[in-house]
């Protein structure tokens, strides 16, 4: 398994297997949502990759557990030797399959990700019409700027930070914010280049960087 690792409960948001297996996660915020013990959503990456079924398989189990988890948004599927990729979010238990094309996923349904749903397919369909560029990705996942028509959001939530919340990239606000920005590219050859940055407070931005052949 090739991805990150959190550091405080052991799981990981993004990851990939070397068998060409795929997983992201969002979490699934604003809510009144209450669990008891929940089991870490990282894990649920971990355990799709390190298994032998099929993402349909995976994703009809998780429907009987998903109620021992706090709101996610569940990406899984593979990127080789085919791109097949679904989405699982188990506080509506809705399953979303996705056809070739560009996708924009988000962790909320309202104002706060429209914007940078809109603005994110727009910069790489721009980014798709010549060589694709990890810098370039990541400078575009890196703007700041916010909703200008922004009228639903949630209601404990000023407008200034609804604002500061409506951008592609959120800069920290105590808890809350991008800790990471991810840029993947696979080629048709099976050559695949990754390229993170993590934002932390002590050390500022880090820098990974990562290639891989699945052939």
Not at 125 to 130: A, E, F
């Amino acid at each position: 398994m090739i991805g990150g690792r959190d550091l405080k409960q052991g799981g990981t948001w993004l990851a990939f297997s070397k068998a060409g297996k795929f997983a992201a996660l969002t979490n699934y915020p604003f809510v009144d949502r209450q669990v008891a013990d929940p089991i870490s959503r990282g894990f649920l990456i971990m355990d799709y990759l390190d298994s032998e079924i099929s993402a349909s398989d995976y994703v009809s189990n998780l429907r009987y557990h998903r109620e021992q988890f706090e709101g996610y948004h569940l990406l899984v599927g593979r990127i080789h030797p085919k791109i097949e990729l679904k989405m699982y979010n188990n506080v509506d238990d809705s399953l979303t399959n996705y056809a070739a094309g560009i996708h924009s996923i988000s962790n909320t349904y309202d104002d706060l990700s429209a914007y940078r749903k809109s603005q994110s397919v727009k910069d790489l369909t721009h980014l798709m019409q010549g060589e694709i560029d990890l810098n370039k990705m990541l400078k575009n996942f890196q703007n700041t700027e916010s909703n200008p028509h922004l009228t639903d959001f949630p209601s404990f939530l000023t407008l200034d930070q609804a604002k500061k919340a409506s951008g592609i990239f959120i800069k920290g606000q105590g808890d809350f914010g991008t800790v990471s920005t991810t840029a993947i590219a696979l080629d048709k050859s099976g050559q695949l280049s990754m390229k993170e940055v993590r934002y932390t407070r002590e050390l500022g931005q880090e820098e990974i960087e990562i290639k891989f052949n699945f052939t």
